[in-house]
């Protein structure tokens, strides 16, 4: 598991679902304006909402880490992903 960057944030959860290749995922991710830190992808902001939102690529799916004004990207992330990929299972760390 990715360790966080240490901001304090809110709720840790995993989207759990089969991908063939993390290009797939990378592009996806990339149409949020994530900015990229090591092998995290950060959301600061994204139309006008502040957050702080932390993606991590893992074998199984993705670790998310978040706290702020999140839910548009969250609902936009699982629309997403559920559209590419098929069905996700959300999980709490």
Same mark, same amino acid.
């Given at each position: 598991m %990715?360790?966080?960057?240490? %901001? !304090? @944030?809110?709720?840790a959860q995993s989207f759990k *679902? !089969? $991908?063939n290749d993390i290009l797939e %995922? #990378? /592009?996806l @991710?990339?149409?949020f #304006?994530? &900015?990229?830190k090591n092998k995290l992808w950060i959301?600061? /902001?994204?139309? &006008? !909402?502040?957050? #702080?939102?932390e993606i991590a690529i893992? /074998? $199984?799916g993705l670790y998310t880490h978040r706290n702020g004004d999140y839910f548009e990207v969250l609902g936009l992330l699982v629309e997403q992903l559920t559209?590419? *990929?098929g069905q996700i299972e959300i999980g709490d760390f």
């Open positions: %990715i360790i966080p960057t240490g %901001i !304090k @944030l809110g709720l *679902f !089969k $991908y %995922i #990378e /592009d @991710l990339n149409e #304006e994530c &900015s990229k959301i600061n /902001d994204f139309n &006008s !909402k502040q957050m #702080e939102f893992e /074998d $199984y559209a590419k *990929f």
